[in-house]
């Protein structure tokens, strides 16, 4: 058990909706980081957010946004959804943020867009 | 530009054999950091390792040891002595010092590695 939580394991929606996938860090960590694992891109950096800024975004669409709160927590909104939208999507924290911390990872959520 | 490559899509092997998996990467910094993570079956990743640029040793940890060398760039992975449980993909992965940027990590597209009883 990495300590990072993430809800819900699973989800189904249909195209055209939209969710919010929640995350919980590990205790005292600041950085949270969304990853994205499908077939055809492998594992894609999303975006991070330490201490409740955005730090760096890599390849989210427009549709997907997120935010991390007061008590650290993140979530993750998809909105839109296509068909192509259907992944698994990790969410890894890590301590301070200075220098490349391990990042650990939660269990994931596995979504699926019908 | 950050790359990772990790050529073994798939390999099989019997238990008890030794296997290695193969990580080359690319990155223009000369301070970085190299990762491996595990994910088993029931899909969560796991951490095993994380290495700076600056510290070639390798590594031996129970049945696993890493062999980071720099002037090939590469990071490899070798089991001893396979398991059944070792069965998994594993990926390699890659993170740039900062200096006001992010520590995202770039993933290699992963091995799967099964290892038959």
């Known amino acids: 058990d990495s300590g990072v939580t993430q809800t819900p394991k699973h989800l189904i929606t249909a195209t055209g909706q939209r969710v919010t996938l929640r995350c919980s860090p590990r205790s005292g960590d600041l950085s949270v980081y969304w990853y994205q694992q499908s077939l055809d891109q492998g594992l894609q950096f999303l975006i991070q957010?330490?201490?409740?800024?955005?730090?760096a975004k890599g390849n989210i669409l427009e549709r997907f946004s997120a935010q991390q709160f007061p008590d650290l927590h993140s979530e993750l909104n998809l909105s839109s959804l296509e068909l192509g939208d259907s992944a698994l999507y990790f969410c890894?924290?890590?301590?301070?943020?200075?220098?490349?911390?391990?990042?650990?990872f939660g269990p994931g959520t596995r979504l699926t867009v019908l | 530009a950050q790359k990772v490559t990790q050529a073994q899509t798939e390999i099989s092997v019997v238990e008890k054999e030794d296997v290695t998996l193969d990580c080359v990467y690319e990155t223009r910094d000369t301070t970085y950091y190299l990762f491996w993570y595990k994910q088993p079956p029931s899909g969560e990743l796991v951490f095993l390792i994380r290495r700076n640029s600056f510290d070639e040793q390798n590594e031996i940890s129970g049945r696993y040891s890493w062999n980071f060398q720099k002037s090939t760039s590469s990071f490899n992975f070798t089991i001893t002595a396979s398991q059944v449980v070792d069965s998994a993909v594993y990926f390699c992965a890659l993170s740039e010092a900062p200096q006001g940027g992010s520590e995202k990590l770039v993933f290699g597209k992963g091995t799967k590695l099964t290892v038959n009883p």
């Open positions: 957010y330490y201490n409740g800024e955005e730090r």
């Open positions: 890894a924290s890590s301590p301070i943020g200075v220098t490349p911390d391990t990042q650990y």
